[in-house]
């Protein structure tokens, strides 16, 4: 099942749990719309053939759901019923930190073996260096951020491009880096309103006449991008300021090569692990090599920001 926001690579590794458990001769269901069909018993038996198609396709086939009703004992109660109806001996969930959390309160209560593939953009689950999804996303701000430099090398113009990361600056600060940014704003680093101005005046007078600056969602310079482009016009009258919201389109689209091979690894990992009898990990990627976090870790910890990257990006925008 899938849950939480969408990203690319989920429909590959959906592939890649169902003809892993074909391979190994094992019964595949899938349940739409995440823990709120499992409540509902919306499952279908998947098989090989079922899932061709699919690895180049963004969004979730299995679609998904938020379930409020999950979150009480009552709903989960059903949903247990429901799996143990359906003859079903362990779950494998692809999502984020919402969805673990969901399936580890779900393994305490019941004891059902469960296996976390970790599906997010923001790339913000400890235990991974790089979740489902992250990959394709970065390589979609960065073709989106080219084409609006375009644009502000022919206006003079100052962009304020905001990229998804509420709480964490991973895609800020790599496309930022990427994308050549003038300034990149994130959550783990609190540039400050004056730097801010000091930065972009140093940057008109080395005779820089348009800037991109990438700001992350969950920056806490201001209160929104739109604030941070009131104060800059409101205090460098030179500029011409426009503020690009990506939004969604982060989220959509065919996932990446990397994307695809990572969730055909993943999936691989996931179904045998449940196979040796494990249960309550997250399937991750670390040093380049599949390895299993404990859930209970990769909810509670904390995915660090590339310090070493950081510095790069702070010589690159001189």
Known sequence: MTSGGDSPGMNAAIRSVVRTCAFHNIECVGIYRGYEGMIEGDYKAMDARSVKGIINKGGTVLKSARSK???TPEGRKQAYEKLIEAKIDG????GGDGTFTGAMIFNQEFNFPVMGIPGTIDNDIFGTSHTLGYDTALNTVVEAIDKIRDTASSHNRLFFVEVMGRDVGHIALNVGVGAGAEEILIPEED???DRLLESLRRSKQSGKSSSIVVVAEGDKIGKNVFELKDYVEENMSE???RVSVLGHMQRGGSPSCFDRV???RMGVKAVESLLEGKTNYMVGLLNDKIA??????AVKGKSEINMELLRVSDIMTT
């Not at 779950?91 to 692809?94: D, E, N, Q, S």
């Not at 299993?292 to 870790?297: E, G, I, M, N, V």
């Open 262 to 264: 990572l969730a055909s």
């Open 292 to 297: 299993l976090t404990p859930l209970d870790k």
């Open 191 to 193: 540039l400050g309103l």
């Open 69 to 71: 009703t999950f979150r």
């Open 91 to 94: 779950l494998v969930t692809i």
């Open 239 to 241: 500029y011409e300021v």
